[in-house]
């Protein structure tokens, strides 16, 4: 994985995103879960905005309490938190927007074809590239951690045997060593120009959610 490691740069990934959800990044050289650390914080009070990026997760957790591997450095761990001013039936539309987001921002910086696995992951042909949690607290100060797990710099016998055949990364797909922070600002202009904390996403994401999941197994690259 070691071609051109660099870590993560808070201040240049908050600057590349200009406002909104990035006002804020963390980076920690290690933590158990970005979504913990998230929700933690969160849970004191923490402002909305605020993403929190881990190069290594020594328990990073996928949906159905699954383990998520998260390799040091080879892709992108992290977490947002959202305190969404919509009515809380409406919250389930979190998980869509951001999948839609991210399928645009990789398509766009790799020329890679995404396809949405409903509700939450994203692949290229038949491997997953990228994984969604998404976890909300109700109450008084509601809010929603939404971490994103994305192998970008993987080659195939850096994940564990059992995901060899199901796991890809985007630098196994392109051949070429991606920029990380290059791809996390991407990501996070993307969902900047889609989610309001005081709008509910508007029908170019259902219409973008139901496309990319209706789109055929086969073919590498975008249109
Ligand atoms: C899934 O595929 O089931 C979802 C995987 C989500 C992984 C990300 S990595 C950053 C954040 N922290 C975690 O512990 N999980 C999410």
Redesign the pocket.
Known sequence: MTEGFELLDRDRIAAGCGGGLGRNVLVYRET?????L?TQLAEHGEAEGMVVF?ER?T??????G?K?V?ADGA?????LLLRPRWPTTEWKRITSLVAVSVSQALEAETGLAMRIKPP??LYIGIR?V????TEARTGRAPFAVV????NVNQLQEDFPLELQASATSLRIEKGVWIEREAVAVAILRELNARYSPDALPDGAVDEAFRALSQRPICGNFAA
């Open positions: 158990a879960s970005t979504n913990d998230a881990a997760q328990a990073g957790r996928g949906q159905f699954r998520w998260s892709g992108l761990w992290f977490s939450n992951d997953k990228v994984g969604v949690l971490g994103i797990g994305v």
